[in-house]
């Protein structure tokens, strides 16, 4: 079982920039699909990227596409969101998770298997 444990949230202005990293436990980091979710106050969890195995990447189009990008170091077990150009709407509780997700799925959070506890993102205007 991966255990995820995330950091970097935190309160941040308008148009700044935060970097999310996520760390798991486990030996089989490198062969899971990495993803990042997040929930807004009064909203479903969302997909916001995620990554392949082999450092594919992919982005919600309404979210993230164009200011995050998401990342892997297999190496350190460690996955990261850089969020650039940070609006209010992108304030949420932000959810690293793994799983041996088919790439097709990467967007539904019931495909993973392991979620991490969570780091609020605060983006203040």
């Known amino acids: 079982q991966v255990q995820l444990v995330e950091s970097g949230g935190g309160l941040v202005q308008v148009g700044g920039s935060l970097r999310l990293s996520c760390t798991a436990s486990g030996r089989t980091f490198s062969r899971y699909v990495m993803g990042w979710f997040r929930q807004a106050p009064g909203k479903e969890r969302a997909f916001v990227a995620a990554i392949s195995w082999s450092a594919i990447p992919a982005y919600d189009t309404d979210s993230g596409e164009g200011r995050f990008t998401i990342s892997r170091d297999n190496a350190k077990n460690t996955v990261y969101l850089q969020m650039n150009s940070l609006k209010p709407e992108d304030t949420a509780v932000y959810y690293c998770?793994?799983?041996?997700?088919?790439?097709?799925?990467?967007?539904?959070?019931?495909?993973?298997?392991?979620w991490g506890q969570g780091t609020q993102v605060t983006v203040s205007s």
């Open positions: 998770a793994a799983g041996p997700v088919r790439w097709a799925y990467r967007t539904f959070a019931d495909k993973y298997d392991a």
